[in-house]
């Protein structure tokens, strides 16, 4: 009887592919979903430019073009859409409460947790603090600002080498930095980065400072070569990392079940380890993350939320039942 | 779209219009995702502080000897000035409830024996 009494049936965190695929679903089974958009709404794909592996766009579609189409379609169908942050939720009872920066709070009966990933900082200190002033984990935002300068991308995978390659745009040279001596990216990645000019590599190695030229201001890099342990000093004006991600699960933690690298763990579909509670996208998948695959696991969340909540209320049906029947 | 509480800075006018007050300034360009995040939010702070702070933007594409001045080589950048001086920099996302706060902890005493 307590979950009836929730003020929603399904709250959504997050908003990228995966959440606003679950809303949409959600919505289309009239259960009026709230989606709390989140600091970084319209998640990572409002970081891109063209994305070309979405299916159904022949000629590619922009990233942020693509996040404001599937959040008016979800609102289309009666998602509420909140903006703002959570700050903590609590799922050890239920109905679920869920409580916002401003202080005001939502219970819920079920809950779709798509709050994703963020980009890893190198942890070294000197790359936070100039931040916005040379260090950059945002090619697409900030490589407008190093035009005919030379740059740095830190990082070996796919993400780095689109970094790179989008970069060219701009900067005189680009070196990318890598700790191993071979990449991680695709095949067709490593050779398109292989085969611009104004890209260079250097293997085997790790930043070991970010230099600040004394007005706030990135200056250079000191790299270590992780095999001969010898540094070098390399003057530039930006540095990009690209190093990966970080599922964004500090809210939940200590509550629902995470795995060693702090993602949320799932069976069967979406179901997380507390009842009711499910997750979609890259804050559940660190193998596939990919817009397609995020949508695909925000529809099966809003599917199992439906079939949660459906059983619930039978249950609930039967216990009234019982309750008249005695 | 930008709510009209929002005032246009350029590199023009950067200097006139800063010099006075509780300044936020929100260095952006129409090709960066995270300042369209950020728009709705400064609109916002805009709404609530309507006369006692300044908020402004400032098109880095259109205007590229400010954000040239204070390093600005990260966008969304929020820079908040006092009395003409840079006194905070916010650089990337950032709540608005945060934002707020930050605010008026600069427009603080002063107002206080203003209003007095």
């Known amino acids: 009887m307590s979950a009836s009494r929730a003020d929603r049936r399904v709250v959504i965190i997050g908003s990228g592919p ?13 259960l009026a979903p709230l989606l709390v958009e ?35 379609q979800a609102e289309r169908f009666g998602t509420e859409i909140m ?3 959570v700050t903590r939720v609590d799922l050890q009872h239920r109905p679920f409460t869920i409580e916002f ?5 939502v219970t819920t009966e079920a809950l779709i947790i798509s709050t994703g990933a963020s980009a890893k900082w190198l942890e070294i200190g000197s790359d936070r603090k100039l931040s916005g002033h040379g260090v950059s984990t945002c090619a697409t935002c900030d490589g407008y ?3 005919g300068k030379p740059i740095a991308v830190i990082g070996g995978g796919d993400s780095a080498m689109e970094e790179a390659i989008y970069l060219t745009k701009f900067a005189s040279k680009v070196s990318v930095v890598h ?9 067709i990645m490593q050779d398109k980065a292989m085969a611009n000019p104004k890209i260079e590599f250097i293997w085997d190695s790790e930043v070991a400072e970010v230099k600040d030229s004394g007005k706030g201001e ?6 270590r070569n992780l095999k001969t342990g010898h540094l070098s000093e390399l003057p530039l004006d930006g540095v990009f990392i690209a190093i990966g991600h970080t599922p964004n699960t500090s809210l939940f933690a200590g509550q629902i079940e995470l795995d060693a690298n702090g993602y949320i763990k799932t069976n069967s579909g979406s179901r997380t380890s507390v009842p009711g509670v499910f997750a979609a996208g890259d804050v559940q998948d660190h193998i596939y993350r990919q ?5 695909g696991s925000g529809c099966m969340a809003a599917l199992d939320a439906e079939r949660y909540l459906e059983g619930l209320h039978d249950i609930d049906a039967s216990a009234v039942a019982t309750a008249h029947a005695s | 779209m930008a709510s009209e509480k929002v005032k246009t800075f350029t590199d023009s006018n950067f200097d006139d219009e800063k010099k006075s007050g509780v300044v936020l300034v929100d260095f952006w360009a129409e090709w960066c995702g995270p300042c369209r995040r950020l728009a709705p939010t400064v609109d916002a702070l805009a709404t609530e502080f309507d006369g006692r702070a300044t908020v402004a933007k400032l098109n880095v594409d259109e205007n590229p000897t400010i954000p040239e001045r204070y390093a600005v080589r990260g966008i969304p950048t929020l820079l908040l000035f006092k009395e003409g001086e840079l006194t905070e920099t916010i650089v990337g996302l950032r709540g608005k409830e945060d934002i707020a706060k930050m605010i008026e902890r600069h427009l603080g005493a002063g107002d206080v024996r203003v209003a007095r």
């Open chain 1, 218 to 223: 990135v200056a250079g890099i000191i790299v």
């Open chain 1, 179 to 187: 700790r191993r001596d071979t990449l991680r990216a695709s095949k």
């Open chain 1, 145 to 147: 600002f190093f035009r």
């Open chain 1, 291 to 295: 817009a397609i695959t995020a949508a």
């Open chain 1, 38 to 72: 989140g600091l970084e709404a319209g998640g990572q794909l409002m970081l891109t430019t063209m994305v070309e592996n979405w299916p159904g766009f022949r000629d590619g579609i922009m990233g942020p073009d693509l996040m404001t189409e599937m959040r008016a």
């Open chain 1, 83 to 85: 903006q703002g942050n």
């Open chain 1, 18 to 30: 995966a959440g606003l695929t679950a809303a949409l679903y959600s919505a289309r089974a009239n």
């Open chain 1, 101 to 105: 920066a401003g202080g005001d709070r």
